[in-house]
């Protein structure tokens, strides 16, 4: 699903940049190789959105265009001022923050659609030059889906990788959160789990907590939260499987608020 824009979906080209950050990704346990998804099993809308993007994102995989005018127009942090940027796709891009964390400084740069490899690409102009002391990751989702491309987790988990190295390098507190669950109880959700497999989401997952650890990042765990007695998302936090209600939000809050102080702590 998509919000801001028109684009979406993964490319290896990040994976360059992740080569160049940091240590290299065999140094942290990777999850093995996903599947890939047939294209038989997409929605019908899939496979002419695919045909529509492609030729946006020749032009700018990353859609940084989509922020650069407020990235612009954004004072630097006033004395005392604790910036967090939230990153990552729609259901960042969905999440009212001023109403969940009223009088805070946090800045949504959520992006419907996007994986991480388009994260990267635009981590320095919408996370690094705002300034912020932490930034909120909440990113993967999409890279499972597969119907552009087709990467394996190891590649996800370098892009991740990328991002905290950024960060690292200009003295930006990391939070990592969780994918979330999701669920295929409503009509509208009927392919959610075939497109993105919850045992994939929870391996991503998994990957996240140990870098956490080994890092010394903090993981906010909405997973926990909001997973039910089937492995998905409690019925009532979302409607179409994927992206949350009010009422998952509600949840996500005091999470999100409770992994940015102890980062900030750090």
Same mark, same amino acid.
């Given at each position: ?13 990040? !994976? ?36 529509? !993007? ?25 004395? *005392? ?30 992006? *419907? ?16 030059? !705002? ?72 391996? !991503? ?25 089937? *492995? ?35």
């Amino acid at each position: 699903m998509r919000f801001r824009s028109l684009a979406v979906l993964a490319t290896s080209m990040a !994976l360059v940049t992740s080569a160049a950050l940091g240590a290299p990704a065999e140094h942290y346990q990777s999850s093995p190789a996903r599947r890939t998804v047939d294209e038989k099993d997409w929605g019908p809308w899939l496979g002419p959105f695919r045909a529509q !993007l492609v030729p946006s994102l020749m032009q700018d995989f990353g859609e940084k265009y989509i922020y650069a005018d407020a990235d612009r127009a954004s004072a630097a942090p006033a004395p *005392g001022e604790r910036r967090v940027v939230f990153i990552g796709d729609s259901i960042t891009d969905r999440w009212e923050l001023a109403r969940f964390f009223p009088g805070h400084a946090y800045f949504n740069r959520g992006i *419907g659609s996007q994986v991480t490899a388009q994260m990267v690409l635009r981590f320095q102009q919408d996370v690094i030059a !705002l300034e912020p002391s932490a930034v909120v990751i909440l990113a993967g989702v999409n890279d499972v889906q597969g119907f552009l491309q087709t990467d394996s987790q190891e590649q996800i988990e370098q892009n991740y990788q990328a991002m905290a190295d950024m960060a690292d390098r200009h003295h930006i507190k990391v939070v990592f959160a969780s994918i979330l669950p999701v669920n295929n109880y409503e009509s509208k959700a009927d392919k959610v789990l075939v497109e993105r497999h919850p045992d994939e989401l929870r391996a !991503l997952n998994a990957w996240l907590r140990r870098f956490c650890e080994q890092r010394g990042y903090v993981y906010a765990d909405y997973y926990s939260a909001m997973v039910d007695y089937n *492995g998905l998302m409690r019925r009532g936090l979302t409607d179409d499987g994927i992206h949350p209600l009010d009422s998952g939000y509600a949840i996500m809050a005091p999470i999100a608020e409770t992994a940015i102080e102890r980062a900030l702590a750090r």
